[in-house]
């Protein structure tokens, strides 16, 4: 079945960097884009972009824009995550999620999520 | 940006009864070429990830019980329990992927009265 696993919980100190794993298994890896998305504790579930597994493009939120990073590794069908410049209000629950089977196309993707990987949690504490 | 307004935000119903959780957007999320309202229900659970109810406002995602409905076009639309179950204990989100930013509703939270 389709599955994606992230890693574990990180802790970091503010001004430093992380970055989070999603592993993707169970589909054709290069078939659908996959989105980072995040959920701090009482605010909204928050879109921060997506990549195209196929070809590495990506786009990111005007909000995360010089701030965030994805990439992916083809052959070990995995996706990454690295956001910098880390503050107290980047704790929260960092997500990756797969689109939906419509909506994707060369320049942006409208999408549902599905699945969603478990989640990362990251704290931001000095 | 596409703001999502959900409402209310919490209700206690009792097993068996009807859960109605409304979602309006600030600009229509019907595209007028294929006529397919860009609107997604996500169910998510205590220490679980969301998980996709409903896509084209109304579309049933495979597996999904058929007590969910959802309903609506434009800016206004609904998912609706027909009949509360003890599982469906949750927070129910409505997302629009009309344009960018993705954007979510702020979450109803079911609970059983």
């Known amino acids: 079945q389709v599955q994606l696993v992230q890693s574990g919980a990180e802790v970091r100190e503010p001004g430093a960097s992380v970055k989070v794993s999603c592993k993707a298994s169970?589909?054709?890896?290069?078939?659908?884009?996959i989105f980072w998305l995040r959920q701090a504790a009482g605010q909204r579930l928050e879109w921060m972009g997506w990549?195209?597994?196929?070809?590495?493009?990506?786009k990111y939120s005007q909000k995360f824009q010089g701030r965030v990073t994805f990439t992916r590794d083809t052959p070990a069908t995995t996706l990454y995550m690295e956001l910098s410049s880390l503050k107290h209000e980047d704790t929260a629950i960092y997500y990756c999620?797969?689109?939906?089977?419509?909506?994707?196309?060369?320049?942006?993707?409208?999408?549902?999520?599905?699945?969603w990987g478990q989640g990362t949690l990251v704290t931001v504490s000095s | 940006d596409h703001v999502m307004t959900q409402s209310p935000d919490s209700l206690a119903l009792s097993l068996g009864e009807r859960a109605t959780i409304n979602c309006k957007s600030s600009?229509?999320?019907?595209?007028?070429?294929?006529?397919?309202?860009?609107l997604a229900w996500y169910q998510q659970k205590p220490g679980q990830p969301p998980k996709l109810l409903i896509y084209?406002?109304?579309t049933r995602e495979s597996g999904v019980p058929d007590r969910f409905s959802g309903s609506g076009s434009g800016t206004a639309f609904t998912l609706t329990i027909s009949s509360l179950q003890a599982e469906d204990v949750a927070v129910y989100y409505c997302?629009?992927?009309?344009?960018?930013?993705?954007?979510f509703g702020g979450g109803t939270k079911v609970e059983i009265k």
């Open positions: 999620a797969r689109a939906g089977r419509e909506g994707c196309y060369t320049t942006d993707c409208y999408s549902w999520f599905d699945p």
């Open positions: 169970g589909y054709t890896f290069t078939s659908r884009s």
């Open positions: 600009q229509s999320v019907l595209w007028s070429s294929n006529n397919k309202n860009y």
């Open positions: 084209w406002a109304s």
């Open positions: 990549i195209n597994p196929g070809n590495g493009d990506t």
């Open positions: 997302q629009q992927y009309y344009s960018t930013p993705l954007t």
